[in-house]
């Protein structure tokens, strides 16, 4: 049985902000659109190196963004984040963007 290659990155809960769903929502917009301006922005570039190093800070902006919010909704929700990110598992399987089958 082949495994699924994942990569794991720890972010941090931020401990030094009070997010609330709303603005949560908003902030995870702005990141979004700071990565498609640099993502827009490495046209005509050589992609490589600092580009794409770039890129992958914004990305890693949206992602923190995003775990923030996942930490609201726990926190403040009473979300069970473990018990949706199996949900969102059994979707990606439904819909064969992922096989946990061989090869």
């Given at each position: 049985?082949?495994?699924?290659?994942?990569?794991?990155?720890?972010?941090?809960?931020?401990?030094?902000?009070?997010?609330?769903?709303?603005?949560?929502?908003?902030?995870?917009?702005?990141?979004?659109?700071?990565?498609?301006?640099?993502?827009?922005?490495?046209?005509?570039?050589?992609?490589?190196?600092?580009?794409?190093?770039?890129?992958?800070?914004?990305?890693?902006?949206?992602?923190?963004?995003?775990?923030?919010?996942?930490y609201v909704?726990e926190e403040?929700?009473?979300?069970?984040?473990?018990?949706?990110?199996?949900?969102?598992?059994?979707?990606?399987?439904?819909?064969?963007?992922l096989s946990?089958?061989?090869?």
């Amino acid at each position: 049985m082949s495994t699924v290659n994942t990569r794991t990155i720890a972010l941090p809960q931020l401990n030094r902000l009070e997010p609330t769903l709303e603005g949560t929502a908003l902030k995870l917009m702005e990141e979004a659109g700071e990565l498609a301006k640099t993502i827009l922005a490495l046209r005509g570039e050589n992609e490589q190196g600092p580009a794409l190093t770039r890129v992958a800070l914004d990305l890693l902006d949206v992602a923190q963004t995003a775990i923030t919010m996942m930490y609201v909704l726990e926190e403040q929700y009473g979300v069970d984040t473990a018990g949706v990110l199996e949900q969102h598992l059994a979707k990606l399987l439904a819909k064969g963007y992922l096989s946990l089958g061989p090869g």
